[in-house]
């Protein structure tokens, strides 16, 4: 029982130790919130069969989103996080650098059609996820989130957060041009 006294100052110490060691983290540039692990990495984006949000009917598979190395950005409605990088996607859309799929996620068609008929379309395919099924499969938080995957479908890389300018050419930017540069080397072979 006298040993029981201390537990709280053990307890203490020891959350300030794991505080203190994230903050070192963090200060020393080994620890990103946006840059997210996924188990996901190096595997397939996963199986859907989903309607393209401005055509109903049409329905998008895996199949839809291989050919060519692509963003796979997660967007609605109903985030504002989302509006922000959404003048950027219009940009980069019309620099036709990388070819972008929207995941509309949890949202509903009618106003997704509206947001882009009102902002722009920035997306090649656009996919309808009302029930957040795939984003839920991709491990998704929140939106938006956007994957680097390949020419095979493969996740490559996954970024949370807003895209803009500085993130895409310092973060997105250096991904997409090694794995063009690789797919160059694969197909020269």
């Known amino acids: 029982m006298k040993g029981m006294k201390f537990l709280p100052l053990g307890i203490a110490a020891a959350l300030l130790g794991i505080f203190a060691y994230a903050l070192i983290e963090i200060g020393n540039g080994n620890y990103n919130p946006n840059e997210l692990d996924s188990a996901l990495i190096g595997k397939p984006v996963p199986a859907f069969n989903l309607e393209d949000v401005l055509r109903p009917g049409v329905v998008l598979d895996n199949d839809s989103i291989k050919g060519e190395i692509a963003l796979l950005n997660v967007w609605a409605t109903w985030c504002p996080s989302c509006k922000y990088e959404h003048p950027y996607l219009m940009r980069l859309a019309r620099q036709n650098i990388v070819p972008i ?3 509309n996620y949890r949202d509903e068609r009618q106003l997704a059609i509206a947001e882009m008929n009102r902002t722009g379309d920035p997306y ?34 996954r970024y949370a957060g807003p895209i803009d300018e500085r993130i895409f050419n310092s973060v997105l930017l250096p991904v997409i041009q090694d794995l063009k540069a690789k797919k160059l080397v694969k197909e020269n072979a």
């Open 124 to 157: 090649s395919l656009n996919i309808y996820d009302k029930d957040g099924r795939l984003g839920l499969d991709l491990g998704v938080y929140g939106a938006p989130e956007t994957f680097i995957i390949d020419e095979d479908g493969i996740v490559r890389y």
């Open 101 to 103: 799929i929207g995941i």
